[in-house]
């Protein structure tokens, strides 16, 4: 068996928190090998050649969790990054035919809620003021080790919002919703967010916390918004690898690990699947917590307990993507033909019902397929044009709440008949493209775990409720990156602080590692810097839209187009 030279720290999968976590190390000046068993960097956030001549978002497909301070650390912008937006932020369709844009400007967007229930405009502009002060209390903690949940109930009883903590943590999406809002089709829309990769629907209590966390994200210091990455989302993960590259950082792609190699109860490195031994001080692993611990560790590594709580980690929830290139645009019915408008342009969201996300809860279940499907859909080449050939579109679908696995049956068995499924209810709300698609590729969650090597299909690498957030994430035993082997490391998004293309995973453990490796200890602040305080602009307004009077102030001038630069400045996440 040969034995190869050391490294200092070897990154098991070049996914975007691996990577991440290779550039704080190779910055620091270690020697950093990074290993990943497909021929290409990316995971899950990866642009691929599906259908010659066109390129994809694969998995993930809209950027907006990405954490600013990571992108201007490792100067992602200087290694090619380049995230944009375009027109309006989301388009949905109803099953009614009513529709509603969101778009990137506040006033456009509560003029457009005021067709659909103008006391739901106040209340979207007072949920927003209430989300955004959910989130500063919450993402201080992103970039730190993981609190405790007793430590984070603690800073938002100190500021005296318990209910706050109640509504967005422990509440179910739809008591959330039905606390702030009367429209149906609004409330369904909004419902989504909760349920992507969850096991679950919209009376499972806890789902406010994930739609939560897929709405704090912002994009240019803009709260709650969200882009695209330019050339797919493997442009993130490219501008990353270029980065750990230009650090010194070695990238060997097409080269699957085996096991990790554990001497003395601690990793001295790995074994490749040809038989080949890397050894290394440090390794991490990007991979799933299953994965990383029951499949890249040798059996009697663990002790028995540990492997039976690591076994029980809820992976059940997962998604799946249709990948459709075509010659038209579609023609959703509200409109008169199928030429480009912002209906185009972000993220599209067709028959968005809450009880069609609870008919699917119940599918998930059983382990079935629902009646119909909420597609979630993004034709990114209308707004980068470099995807795909002049006259063709890439389309992707998306649809959550799957089951990973199916009852009876397989999804090898039932892949097309799935997406076949789908695509008429697709052709519900587009007609004309029955007779436009020209090909297709289909990734069910069973294409998830054995191509894209995560546990079960679920893209979060874990359930995103109470139970395994924070520091029971994704067990309190492992929370805090280190693994019971000393010198391994967990840095994918099971561990705090939970999924997305958000990269705090991967800076959080490096600087664990760093940390191990210099022998320094360093205890968790027992208040995260700034929790509960973010910018003075969002304490005054969150003070002006505390009162009645103030609400109104607030509401009518967010509306105006003259005050527009105003709104934008109020609402920033940072100045």
């Known amino acids: 068996m040969a034995e190869t030279?050391?490294?200092?720290?070897?990154?098991?999968?070049?996914?975007?928190?691996?990577?991440?976590?290779?550039?704080?190390?190779?910055?620091?000046?270690?020697?950093?090998?990074?290993?990943?068993?497909?021929?290409?960097?990316?995971?899950?956030?990866?642009?691929?050649?599906?259908?010659?001549?066109?390129?994809?978002?694969?998995?993930?497909?809209?950027?907006?969790l990405l954490r600013p301070e990571i992108i201007a650390e490792l100067e992602l912008e200087r290694f090619?990054?380049?995230?944009?937006?375009?027109?309006?932020?989301?388009?949905?369709?109803?099953?009614?035919?009513?529709?509603?844009?969101?778009?990137?400007?506040t006033d456009r967007?509560?003029?457009?809620?005021?067709?659909?229930?103008?006391?739901?405009?106040?209340?979207?502009?007072?949920?927003?003021?209430?989300?955004?002060?959910?989130a500063g209390l919450?993402?201080?903690?992103?970039?730190q080790p993981p609190p405790e949940r007793s430590e984070v109930f603690a800073t938002f009883e100190a500021a005296g919002e318990q209910t706050l903590f109640d509504e967005f943590t422990l509440l179910s999406v739809r008591d959330l919703l039905d606390r702030y809002f009367e429209d149906e089709r609004l409330k369904s829309m909004l419902t989504f967010f909760g349920m992507v990769s969850i096991y679950g629907g919209p009376s499972s209590p806890g789902t406010a916390y994930t739609y939560g966390h897929h709405s704090w994200g912002e994009f240019n210091g803009n709260f709650g918004q969200f882009g695209?990455?330019?050339?797919?989302?493997?442009?993130?993960?490219?501008?990353?690898?270029?980065?750990?590259?230009?650090?010194?950082?070695?990238?060997?792609?097409?080269?699957?690990?085996?096991?990790?190699?554990?001497?003395?109860?601690?990793?001295?490195?790995?074994r490749l699947a040809d038989g080949t031994v890397i050894t290394a001080a440090q390794v991490l692993s990007n991979a799933d917590p299953k994965r990383s611990l029951l499949g890249l560790l040798e059996p009697g590594v663990l002790s028995d307990g540990l492997v039976r709580d690591v076994t029980n980690i809820d992976?059940?929830?997962?998604?799946?993507?249709?990948?459709?290139l075509i010659d038209e645009l579609p023609q959703y019915l509200p409109f008169p033909d199928a030429s480009e408008g912002p209906q185009h342009h972000g993220h599209q969201l067709l028959g968005p019902s809450r009880e069609a996300f609870e008919q699917a809860w119940e599918a998930q279940r059983r382990g079935t397929f629902p009646d119909t499907f909420v597609i979630e859909a993004v034709i990114q080449s209308v707004t980068d044009p470099t995807l795909a050939p002049p006259g063709l579109h890439t389309m992707t679908l998306g649809v959550q709440q799957l089951p990973s696995e199916l009852t009876g049956t397989t999804w090898a068995a039932e892949k097309?008949?799935?997406?076949?499924?789908?695509?008429?209810?697709?052709?519900?709300?587009?007609?004309?493209?029955?007779?436009?698609?020209?090909?297709?590729?289909?990734?069910?969650?069973?294409?998830?775990?054995?191509?894209?090597?995560?546990?079960?299909?679920?893209?979060?690498?874990?359930?995103?409720?109470?139970?395994?957030?924070?520091?029971?994430?994704?067990?309190p035993e492992i929370a805090h990156y280190r693994t019971p082997v000393e010198g391994y490391y967990l840095c994918g998004s099971g561990t705090h602080p939970g999924g997305g293309v958000m990269g705090a995973n991967g800076h959080n453990a490096a600087r664990v590692a760093l940390d191990d490796a210099a022998g320094v200890t360093v205890a968790a602040p027992r208040r995260a810097p700034g929790a509960g305080r973010g910018p003075w602009q969002q304490r005054v307004?969150?003070?002006?839209?505390?009162?009645?009077?103030?609400?109104?102030v607030g509401y009518h001038a967010a509306r105006q187009p003259a005050l527009r630069k105003i709104t934008s400045y109020a609402a920033r996440s940072r100045y």
């Open 541 to 552: 307004v969150g003070q002006l839209m505390g009162t009645k009077a103030g609400r109104w």
């Open 5 to 64: 030279q050391d490294y200092d720290a070897i990154v098991i999968g070049a996914g975007h928190n691996g990577l991440v976590a290779a550039n704080y190390l190779a910055k620091a000046g270690k020697k950093v090998l990074v290993l990943e068993a497909r021929d290409v960097v990316g995971g899950a956030c990866v642009t691929e050649e599906l259908i010659p001549g066109t390129k994809w978002s694969s998995c993930a497909f809209i950027a907006g």
């Open 138 to 143: 919450v993402t201080p903690w992103l970039l």
């Open 228 to 270: 695209m990455a330019r050339g797919g989302m493997g442009a993130i993960t490219a501008a990353l690898a270029a980065g750990a590259r230009h650090h010194g950082a070695t990238i060997r792609t097409g080269t699957p690990v085996d096991k990790v190699v554990v001497r003395g109860g601690r990793a001295a490195g790995v």
């Open 416 to 475: 097309q008949r799935w997406a076949d499924l789908v695509l008429e209810d697709l052709f519900r709300y587009a007609p004309n493209l029955r007779e436009h698609i020209l090909d297709r590729v289909v990734i069910t969650p069973d294409d998830l775990d054995n191509e894209y090597l995560i546990t079960d299909g679920n893209i979060f690498h874990g359930s995103m409720l109470l139970d395994q957030l924070f520091g029971a994430r994704p067990i």
């Open 80 to 105: 090619g990054l380049e995230l944009y937006q375009g027109d309006a932020l989301s388009f949905s369709l109803f099953r009614d035919g009513s529709h509603f844009t969101m778009w990137k400007e």
């Open 315 to 324: 992976t059940r929830g997962s998604m799946a993507r249709i990948h459709l």
């Open 109 to 134: 967007t509560l003029r457009e809620l005021e067709k659909l229930n103008k006391r739901d405009a106040q209340a979207f502009l007072d949920f927003g003021v209430r989300l955004q002060k959910f």
